[in-house]
């Protein structure tokens, strides 16, 4: 059997972990193109042997099974929409944009068009298939809470007053839904946006964003009450060795995602 072919779009932290995993992988392993503008700094990372993809026409003639996007909210308005059109499964990463209610409903409405497909990974984030199952419940109550230190909150700390080097007690920066969490902080809150898309929905999601001076890393409390039972979880994502600004674990989920979406075998 060929390698099967996978286009990556962007190659900033989260696919420079990635590509080597999936190049690592044999039997058939995976032959990857990289969508990056031809002004993009990112391409001199790019590995030898990966093709460098200019535009979707390009990408189009690379002839992948399968689109990852690790690019960011641009990327999703812009070259996503693409994608699903030429009736491709795509891997979102930045599923924070998905709070977009206009651009989620085109972007359905094209993949439904055109044969395409809208896949969303955990990333970040665990128990998402819990919260999937119990979507319907008549009693659901569904919370989220991020901790992160002081280090991810610098520019809004100081925002309002605080000094993130001398910070002693946790600062709440949010309370809200999951769609105003998303739309107020879209580069953090994707996995509150995945929660929702998982679950009940972008209004019934409850998010508090915390800064913590005793957090140890990126943390994530979800927690689950409704007639079928409760859910706590707490996960503490490490960051990556190869980049400390991104969690490892995002890099593996997409991996695990691929890996799922060619397997005979799938865990629902
Ligand atoms: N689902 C999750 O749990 C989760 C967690 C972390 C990050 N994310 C998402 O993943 C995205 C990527 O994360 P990262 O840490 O790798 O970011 P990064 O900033 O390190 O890299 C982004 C890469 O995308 C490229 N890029 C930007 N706009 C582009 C465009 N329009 N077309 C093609 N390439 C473009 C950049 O040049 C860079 O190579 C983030 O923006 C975030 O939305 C999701």
Request: one cysteine or more; aromatic letters at 6%; charged letters at 20%.
């Given at each position: 059997?060929?390698?099967?072919?996978?286009?990556?779009?962007?190659?900033?932290?989260i696919?420079?972990?990635?590509?080597?995993?999936?190049l690592?992988?044999?039997?058939?392993?995976?032959e990857?193109?990289?969508?990056?503008p031809?002004e993009s700094?990112?391409r001199?990372?790019?590995?030898?042997g990966?093709a460098?993809?200019?535009?979707c026409?390009?990408l189009r003639?690379?002839?992948?099974?399968i689109?990852?996007e690790?690019?960011?909210?641009?990327?999703?308005?812009?070259s996503?929409?693409?994608c699903?059109?030429l009736?491709l499964?795509?891997l979102?990463?930045?599923?924070?944009?998905l709070?977009?209610?206009?651009?989620?409903?085109?972007?359905?409405?094209?993949?439904?068009?055109?044969g395409?497909?809208?896949?969303?990974?955990?990333g970040?984030l665990?128990?998402?298939?819990?919260v999937r199952?119990?979507?319907?419940?008549?009693s659901l109550?569904?919370?989220?809470e991020?901790?992160?230190?002081p280090?991810?909150?610098r520019?809004e700390?100081?925002k309002?007053?605080?000094?993130?080097?001398t910070?002693?007690?946790?600062?709440t920066l949010?309370?809200?839904?999951?769609?105003?969490?998303?739309?107020?902080?879209?580069?953090?809150?994707?996995?509150?946006?995945?929660?929702?898309?998982?679950?009940?929905?972008f209004?019934?999601?409850e998010?508090?964003v915390?800064?913590?001076p005793?957090?140890?890393?990126n943390?994530?409390?979800?927690?689950?009450?409704?007639?079928?039972?409760?859910?706590r979880?707490?996960?503490?994502?490490?960051?990556?060795?190869?980049?400390?600004?991104?969690?490892?674990?995002?890099?593996?989920?997409?991996?695990?995602?691929?890996e799922?979406?060619?397997?005979p075998?799938?865990?629902?």
């Open positions: 059997m060929s390698r099967r072919r996978i286009a990556l779009i962007g190659f900033g932290s696919a420079g972990d990635l590509a080597p995993a999936l690592a992988r044999t039997a058939p392993g995976y990857l193109g990289v969508l990056l031809p700094e990112s001199v990372r790019v590995p030898e990966c460098l993809l200019a535009d026409e390009e003639a690379f002839g992948p099974e689109v990852v690790a690019a960011g909210h641009e990327a999703v308005r812009k996503v929409p693409q699903l059109a009736g499964p795509v979102i990463s930045s599923i924070g944009a709070h977009d209610e206009a651009l989620f409903a085109g972007l359905v409405k094209t993949a439904k068009a055109s395409g497909r809208i896949l969303l990974p955990s970040a665990g128990g998402v298939d819990y199952a119990v979507r319907d419940a008549t109550a569904l919370r989220y991020s901790h992160k230190p280090a991810a909150w520019e700390l100081v309002r007053g605080h000094d993130p080097a910070l002693a007690e946790p600062v949010f309370r809200g839904n999951a769609r105003e969490a998303a739309a107020t902080y879209p580069l953090n809150l994707n996995v509150a946006a995945a929660l929702a898309l998982a679950g009940p929905g209004e019934k999601v998010v508090a915390i800064c913590d005793a957090a140890r890393g943390s994530h409390a979800i927690t689950v009450d409704c007639e079928y039972g409760t859910m979880t707490e996960i503490t994502n490490a960051p990556s060795p190869s980049n400390p600004k991104t969690s490892w674990i995002v890099s593996r989920s997409l991996l695990a995602a691929i799922q979406y060619f397997s075998v799938m865990m629902l």
